[in-house]
């Protein structure tokens, strides 16, 4: 067995794994987005008047539990999804040895980039469209495009952080009610983006392992479980 055969593993469970992350992490963030409805409403931003000083403070710490219970959630679907991502591009690598890949195109790199400021923008996609393209078709995966899929994920995905980032800044700076409403408000709309997000990385998930098993299938090296720690 080659060293590349030895760094295969079916990603099947790690990915349906990550997929149960990024479905708990999206009602997390659901549940957070309709407790911003709720403060809304105490703050008289339904056209109704500022509820009592109990009444907001209640609004506050039920928003501040959901709100940490969504980032708690966002961290365990990062950590899942990316162990599927570093999986996936560490099994592509093993693939094909006609391939040549760029630099900082590892399993490490495939997982790094996101959090590099600037570079994270561009380049986790990059990489993971390597990925995509070779795991699609080992021996002709120059003849393989990058699908609008991928594209609406990662569009998908910058707006959330953008739309997270602004709203985090009228939250923190706000000094009126107005100011937290108009927080709240983009918080909520935020969800309108979280949905089509985790069905759009579902099904990537889904249709990527789906190759990776089939190639590793046909592979003279034995289809390994992939519940090892990572290397």
Known sequence: MTNDDALRRDPTRTGKIAIAAIWLWFA???AEGLGRLGEIGVL???GGVIASHDALVRSDNATAALSALSIIGLAIAAAAVLRWVYMTNRNAHALSDRIVWGPRTSPFWSVAWFFVPVAGLIRPFSVFSATWRISASPDAYEMVGVPALLRWWWG???ANAAVGKVASTLHDSGKVPGDMIGADYVLF???LIDLPLTIVLTV???????WQRAALARGEAPLHQDDEVMA
Not at 204 to 210: A, E, K, P, T, V
């Open 156 to 158: 998908l995905w910058l």
């Open 28 to 30: 997390a963030a659901a």
């Open 44 to 46: 008289g931003g339904f």
């Open 189 to 191: 709309a935020k969800v």
């Open 204 to 210: 990537i998930i889904l249709r990527l392992s789906q």
